[in-house]
C-alpha cells in the first residue's frame, strides 16, 4: 500500500528525520488558512498523487506569496495529472501540501528497500539526487552506491557508514546524516514497510540534512500490527478493480494487455503472463485466486476479469494441489453461466481430479476451449481472439 507525501514525512519526523514543515488540505480555502502557520515568505504547492514525476507534469510550484497560492491551488487541485508512473489516463488531484521552502546547497538520492533476492535489506544512495535513478544507473551506474544488510533491530554504525560514503559529507553534517539512516531502518523495521524512497534529500546551506521528498510503501499482510497504518490508505489512488478484488481475497492487478488471467499460486501467474508475451500478445491482469477459490471468489474474479473493456479473451492456468480441479471446473461453469461471458475462455487444468475436471467442462455445454499444458493453452488463446 502507498500513501501520500504528507503522510510519509509526517511519519519520518515522528522517527527523528528532519523535514520541512508543512500542512495539506482538501480544499482551497482550508490550505490558505493553514498556510498562513507556515514560517516563510515562499511556498512550495505539490500537489498529492501516487505517482512520481509531479514535478514535471505541473504538479509541483514554487510560489512567491499568498494570493499567487490560492490561485495556483484552485488550478491545481481537481486537475489531472499525466506522469510516466499514472498511465495515460492520469491521476486527479484531490488533495494539495504546501511546505517552507528550503535553501538547497546539494540533491541527493536515498531509498530503502527489502531486498528478496538476498533477504537483506537494501540501502540505495547516490549524490546525483533529484533526477530520475533509473537514468542515473543507466548512465552512470558508478554514481549509485547499494548496501545490503541482515535484518536486525538496529543497523551498525559500519553499515551507516557505507550507505552515506558516497554523499562526501563534512564532519557535522556526516552526523545528521547516520543519525537519518538509523531512523529510516528503525522505522522500516518497525512499520513492516517494504520501501522508503527520499529523492531528494538535500544538504541546505544552513548545514541541515533535511528529507525533501518522501514515498513510502507498506506491506498489507502486516496490517493487523498496524491499524494507524490502514488508516492512511486513500482509495481514490488506487484502481477499482483492485479495491473489488480486496474485498474477495483476491491478489489483482490491473495491467494493458488484452488476455485476462485467472490462476493459482503467483509463481504460475507469473509463468502464465510470461507465455502469453512468448505467443505475442499481452497479459490484461495478474490474477492470483489463491489455494481454495470457491464458485463466489471464482464468479467474482470473471466480473473483475471482464470489467476491463480490453479483455478480449481469458486463460484459465489451475494447478489443483489444495484445490481440486474438478470442483475449480464446477466454479468455472457455474459462474460462466452466471455472468454469460462473451469473449474466448481457454482452461488449462493439472493435478489433483484434473480429469475429472476436464470432463465438468467437456459436458458444460459451453464454449470453453480445453488446453493441454500451458504453452498449448497460450497459443489456444491468442489463436482464439485473433
Known sequence: ?????????????????KVPEGIFAFDVKELITKAKTLNTNKYVLKAQIHAGGRGKAGGVKLIENLDDLEKEAKE??????????TGPNGKEVKRLYVEETSNIDKEFYLSCLVDRGSSKIAFISSDQGGMDIEEVASKTPEKILTTKVEFNNAISDENCEKVIEIFN????????????????????????????????????KENNIICLDAKMNFDDNAFFRHPEILELRDLNEEEETEIEASKHDLAYIKLEGSIGCMVNGAGLAMATMDIIKLHGEEPANFLDVGGGASKEKV???????????????????????IMRCDVLAQGVVEAAREIKIEVPLVVRLAGTNFEEGKKIL???????????DLSDAAKKVVKAIK
Request: proline share 1%.
Open 76 to 85: 491545481l487541485l481537481g486537475k489531472t495529472l499525466v506522469t510516466h508512473q
Open 169 to 204: 559529507l563534512d564532519s557535522d553534517t556526516k552526523t545528521q546524516a547516520l543519525d537519518l539512516i538509523k531512523s529510516i531502518y528503525k522505522m522500516f523495521i518497525e512499520t513492516d514497510a517494504n520501501l522508503v524512497e527520499i529523492n531528494p534529500l538535500i544538504l541546505t
Open 299 to 321: 464468479s467474482a474474479a470473471f466480473k473483475i476479469i471482464l470489467s476491463d473493456k480490453n479483455v478480449k479473451g481469458i486463460l484459465i492456468n489451475i494447478f489443483g494441489g
Open 362 to 372: 467437456d459436458n458444460s455445454g459451453l464454449k470453453i476451449i480445453s488446453a493441454s
Open 1 to 17: 500500500m502507498n500513501i501520500h507525501e504528507h503522510q510519509a514525512k509526517q511519519i519520518l519526523k515522528k522517527y527523528g528525520a
